[in-house]
Each structure stands twice: as structure tokens, then as C-alpha cells.
């Protein structure tokens, strides 16, 4: 790792190279010369430079005051007052660059974008936009909760006057970007109103929240700080937005799919044209185009930070080849075309240069991380190796909108790594380790025992090589997890990694981890498998959310058929076998002659009872008990698993 790369604002303090997290001096002090050399002063970034706060307050018209959503029950499900703190200058325990970032996040309240674009912003992790047409106004992106979408479309209409809802577009299928959407469109006020999303957009709207969503949700908790104190020494944001609302989720099914670039919709007098973006940041996304507007939404696909080519919180790897294609596309798309480009997170960019500049250089930065990790792959480096060498080009690094609140390059070109290589770096050593127990138990051995390991520890967080500190403790505590004296050394060390770092998401886990060592897990909040995506599955999906939950040993000796027909559905019925702890089926609109008991219902029905609340008015033909030994073997997830601990 070379001076150059920690210049460009990398993690020297961690040791972390190349992953967007700079140091404050107390942090740099505590490094060995070498690492000092090359450690970033944070006196060197433009903290004089204030164009983004005149972005970012641009067009302000009112805020939500007091700044607190709260849903039926009278529980805070939002509260964007817990960040008045930031109003300060940098504290010591927080990088300036991430204070500066979380200080621009956290401006909440209504704005104007330009003519009938309306913005709601910093009353959840996503911004609401809202666009007057002929007879009302279509609403773009309905933030996470039915709670705080609700909140933003009452701000909105208290000063720009009650006008109904007539459009709903989603952007892309994350939950910041639909879930809220009851919350604009209740029961009876639906009736008519279009709601446009890209195509595909229903299958990975539930697919991710459903398959894998339960450890998805309990690695968010990490990713967003959702359990720590809002303050100068705990969470100060996530550089994306500040934190995740905790209100009822929802899901409508768009009326209207959109399949290809180029593709014009009209929504209450306001024309639409689309560029499809697929495999960005989203597996289904599109940009939008608002040429009597001269504006363009750019959903997630340009923003004030450098984002995930893999979240932490756990996805499938995105394509950063041909997020750099599609924003180049959108260049040739759009330049000429706009005075003012916004998007679902952060504030707009105005005047057309500036417009060009900031796709051009996320174009740059996407495509630079890409091509430099394959030809380092190319040259024989491995994920880790990568990420410890490679640095970006000054003139992408120190733009401000390129840094690395939300996305590093240091887990950003791990993620490129795997999605060309997989987890195996090719060295035979690696290709069958002990899993974390059993490897802890035999370092701490080796090291000479859980007090030699602890002391060593210590020794190298005293010379500032916190990374492997970090390390050894961690051996300790999975091979003794009740050392309560490994725990709080390892919660220190969490600690200062976190409030060193410039990345929002590398802090909130970094002192996460540290607060579950301290004082244990706490329960996660509400799932976001809410009934409407469980009614948006689909059979097969439904099924298939069955099949991944069979405890597979339990189910090894059982073998079962049955059927489960489903008449309203084109009269399909589904054949289901348990056989060898796997669930297979296929569906075909003719009865199983050898299925030992077929059950004939609806679809809620089929939701109800997957449930647990049993068969109810089911027909229920055959030996009923095959059913319930079928269950029995079916698993509940725990979402609440460690992390930080066996």
C-alpha cells in the first residue's frame, strides 16, 4: 500500500487500505511511523468548499416540526430530531469527512426542486419526490414506512395545497422505495391511479426480502446502526441517508411495467421517458427523463456517495461494469436535455456542466474499480491483496461525491473479486480451514494460551495495528466466549476502528459489534416480510420460501406426497414430494393419483395456513397428518442469531 493510496483517504487507522476512511490526528498519533506517513490529514480535504451545503439547502420550504413520526400505537417509528447534535462541529470521536456528510444527510424537510418538482427529504433513509401534474401530483419513491411517507405527502400538501395522488412510480424494488406506500395511497383512494415500476420489479421486490431476508435484516441492524444511540460517539448517519424508519411496510403491484429504454408514459399530464438500467444498483431500476421539466431522476444510480458494488448487509454482487455502461448512457441520454438532475438519496445537482460532471465521474469511479480489479485478478492478486493496493486517481478520490460514506473500494473490489472468482483465492490453504470455534481454539493455543493472546493483543492495539488486535481478540472470544476481559478489550478495539472511519457503514458495524460485546443482542425490529409481500409471492415462490426452511437431517428418512390445488389460480394444482430432506414440485392442472392427501384452497388460505393457523376451511381430502409431519420438519429462522460471538 503505498503513501499515494492513503492519500486518496483510505482506513490507514485500520490498517484497512483502500476502503474511504479517513483518520482524525489522535488516530494517526497512535500509528507506527510507516503507517503515519501515509495517513490521511484531514487538513487536506476542501472542508472550506460549500457548494454541497447550498445544494443541499437549495429551494428549502418548510420542515417537520417537531421532526418525529410516530404510527397508531403513539411508538416513534422516526426521529429526525435525535440528530440536532450534528449541528456541532466534528467531535473527536467521528471522522469531519463523515460528520460533514451526515451533517448535509440529516437537513429534513420540503423543498422545491424546480417547477412542480417537489422533494421530501430527511424523513427516512430515502428522499419522496413529488411532481404536480394537470390534477394532482405523482409521487415517486414512497420512502420505507406507510408512517413517514404519510408524514411527507402531509407536509407537502400543508403547503402546496391538498392535491390527490395521481401516479405512483417505483424506482427500483429496495423496501426505501416502495415500502412506504400506503402511506400515499390508502384503501379507496387506489382506484385508477397508475403505479409504474421497472420490469421485474415484483419478482426481486419479495425474492430478496423473503429467500434470505431474515439474516439480511439481522446484518441491516448492523449496516445502519439501528440499535445504537444517535449521538457524536454512536451513530451519525449511514452516508446514504441517516437511518432506516421503523413503521409498517406495504407493498402495491404495479399496474404498469416498464420494459425498455426510450419507453414514454403519460401520468396525469406529465410525460415520463425511461432509460432502463438493470444489474446497477438494483437487479430491476430505470432512470427517468422529464423533458417538459428539464429534469432528470437518476433513482439510485448517481448520488453524493460512492455506493455498493456489495452491501454488507448481504446481496447478490452488483455489476460495476455495467453500472459505468448505463451512467455513460445516460450522459448521451440527458446532456442538453436537463437544468437539474435529483435522485431517491441526497440533494439535486443543478445547471447542466454540473450535471455531466457528477455522472461522468461515478461513470469513472464504478468503471476504474472494475477494470483495475480484473487486471490485478489478471496479474495472480487475491480479493484481499487487491484491496489492499489499489488506489484510486486523485481527480476521482477527492471528489466529494466519490467518497466512500456508503460504499469502500476496500469491500467495494472484494466484491467484484467474487463476483469473477467466487470465495476461493486459489491457495490450497485456504480450501478447508477450521470454521471460527474450532480455528480460535487451536490460535489461542498456539499463541500460548486465552491471557498470552489477550496481552499480545493489547500490544499491537498500543502500536496502532488495530486490524490485528482485532484479530487475536476475536480468536479469544470464540474460543472463550464468556471471557468477559477478551469482550470489552475486543468492544475498544471495535470502538476505534469505528469512530475513525470516514465510512458511515463500517462505523455502525464497528461499534454495533462493540455494543453486542458489551451488553449482549438486542431484539431486531420489525420484519420487513410484511403481509403484503407475503401476498405478492407467488406459489412457487411461496414453496420455495417452504423448502428452504426444511431442517434437513430431521426430514432425511421422511417421504411424502401431496398435492395443493388451488382453483381461483387457472385451476393449477401443485405437486409437492419431501424425499431425501428435500421439498420439490411441479404444477400442471391434473391431480397426483399417488398423493396421499391433496388440499384445495385460496391463496390466503394457503398464507394462512403456512402461518400456522392451521387448516380452517380447507378441503382437505386424504390423510390430513402427512401435512403436518411436513411442518414439522420446517424451521423457524432466528433473527437474532450472533455475530460477534459463536
Known amino acids: 500500500m503505498t503513501p499515494l493510496n492513503r492519500r486518496n483517504f483510505v482506513a490507514a487507522a485500520a490498517g484497512a487500505a483502500a476502503a474511504a476512511v479517513a483518520l482524525s490526528p489522535e488516530t494517526a498519533s497512535a500509528l507506527p511511523a510507516g503507517e503515519q506517513r501515509g495517513a490521511t490529514d484531514e487538513g487536506e480535504l476542501d472542508f472550506h468548499d460549500r457548494d454541497d451545503f447550498e445544494a443541499a439547502g437549495k429551494g428549502f420550504i418548510a420542515a417537520l416540526t417537531p421532526g418525529v413520526v410516530k404510527n397508531a400505537k403513539g411508538q ?38 424546480a417547477d412542480r418538482i417537489y422533494q421530501v427529504r430527511g424523513l427516512d433513509l430515502s428522499n419522496m419526490t413529488l411532481i404536480e401534474g394537470d390534477a394532482g401530483v405523482v409521487v415517486i419513491d414512497p420512502l420505507i414506512s406507510a408512517e413517514t411517507a404519510a408524514a411527507a405527502l402531509k407536509l407537502y400538501r400543508k403547503h402546496r395545497g391538498d392535491r390527490k395522488v395521481t401516479g405512483l412510480i417505483y424506482t427500483h424494488p429496495h423496501v426505501d422505495h416502495f415500502g412506504g406506500c400506503r402511506g400515499v395511497l390508502p384503501d379507496g383512494a387506489r382506484d385508477g391511479v397508475p403505479i409504474l415500476a421497472p420490469d421485474g420489479f415484483m ?51 404495479p399496474t404498469k411495467d416498464i420494459t425498455e429504454t426510450g419507453q414514454t408514459e403519460t401520468v396525469d399530464g406529465v410525460r415520463f421517458e425511461f432509460q432502463m438500467t438493470p444489474g446497477t444498483e438494483a ?74 460532471e457528477l455522472l461522468e465521474q461515478q461513470r469513472d469511479l464504478y468503471a476504474y474499480m472494475h477494470d483495475q480489479t480484473l487486471r490485478m485478478i489478471n496479474s495472480g492478486m487475491t480479493g484481499r491483496e487487491i484491496a489492499e493496493e489499489i488506489e484510486l486517481p486523485p481527480a476521482l478520490a477527492e471528489v466529494w461525491a466519490n467518497r466512500g460514506y456508503y460504499g469502500s ?28 470455534v474450532a480455528e480460535a481454539k487451536r490460535y489461542v493455543r498456539a499463541m500460548g494460551g486465552r491471557s498470552a493472546t489477550i496481552a499480545k493483543a493489547r500490544g499491537f492495539a498500543r502500536d496502532g495495528d488495530l486490524r ?173 442469531f450472533p455475530i460477534v460471538t459463536p
Not at 448517481?302 to 455498493?308: F, L, V
Not at 458495524?509 to 451488553?519: D, I
Open 409 to 436: 473500494l476496500s469491500h467495494n473490489v472484494k466484491g467484484i473479486y467474487q463476483r469473477y472468482m467466487g470465495w476461493f483465492d486459489g491457495n490450497p490453504a485456504h480450501l478447508w480451514e477450521h470454521p471460527p
Open 468 to 640: 490485528f488486535a482485532a484479530t487475536l481478540l476475536n480468536h479469544v472470544v470464540f474460543a472463550d466466549p464468556e471471557n468477559r476481559h477478551a469482550k470489552s478489550e475486543l468492544a475498544k478495539v471495535y470502538t476505534r476502528l469505528g469512530q475513525a472511519s470516514e465510512n458511515a457503514v463500517w462505523r455502525n458495524f464497528y461499534l454495533t459489534g462493540a455494543q453486542e460485546l458489551r451488553e449482549g443482542i438486542q431484539e431486531s425490529p420489525t420484519s420487513v416480510v410484511s403481509p403484503d409481500m407475503m401476498l405478492a409471492l407467488d406459489v412457487d415462490q411461496l414453496i420455495d420460501s417452504v423448502a428452504i426452511r426444511i431442517e434437513g437431517p430431521k426430514a432425511w428418512d421422511l417421504k411424502l406426497r401431496m398435492d395443493w390445488s388451488l382453483p381461483s389460480l387457472g385451476g393449477k394444482v401443485w405437486h409437492l414430494t419431501l424425499r431425501h430432506g428435500v421439498l420439490t414440485y411441479r404444477s400442471d392442472t391434473k391431480a397426483d393419483p399417488e398423493a396421499g392427501v391433496t388440499l384445495t384452497m385460496t391463496k390466503p388460505q394457503l398464507l394462512a395456513m403456512l402461518a400456522g393457523k392451521g387448516l380452517g376451511d380447507i378441503d382437505v381430502k386424504g390423510d390430513a397428518s402427512l401435512l403436518t409431519e411436513l411442518l414439522g420438519v420446517v424451521g423457524k429462522p432466528d433473527p437474532n
Open 76 to 113: 416513534v417509528v422516526w426521529d429526525a430530531d435525535a440528530y440536532k447534535f450534528l449541528e456541532k462541529s466534528a467531535p473527536k470521536t467521528a471522522s469531519k469527512s463523515l460528520w460533514r456528510q451526515s451533517q448535509l444527510v440529516s437537513k429534513q424537510g420540503l423543498y422545491k426542486v
Open 283 to 356: 437487479p430491476a431500476e430505470m432512470n427517468f427523463l422529464l423533458p417538459e421539466l428539464r429534469a432528470v431522476c437518476m433513482a439510485e444510480n448517481a448520488t453524493h456517495t460512492m455506493h455498493n458494488i456489495i452491501t454488507l448487509r448481504g446481496a447478490q454482487v452488483r455489476d460495476a461494469r455495467q453500472w459505468a455502461h448505463y451512467l455513460n448512457e445516460s450522459v448521451t441520454l440527458f446532456d442538453g436535455k436537463v437544468d437539474v438532475a435529483f435522485a431517491s438519496h441526497h440533494w439535486p445537482t443543478w445547471g447542466g456542466d454540473l450535471i455531466v
Open 203 to 253: 419478482e426481486h421486490a419479495v425474492s430478496e426480502n423473503v429467500y434470505a431476508g431474515t439474516a439480511m435484516q439481522r446484518r441491516s441492524g448492523y449496516m445502519y446502526g439501528a440499535q445504537l444511540p444517535k449521538s457524536a460517539a454512536g451513530q451519525i448517519g449511514c452516508g446514504l441517508g441517516q437511518t432506516v424508519s421503523l413503521g409498517s411496510i406495504g407493498l402495491i403491484p
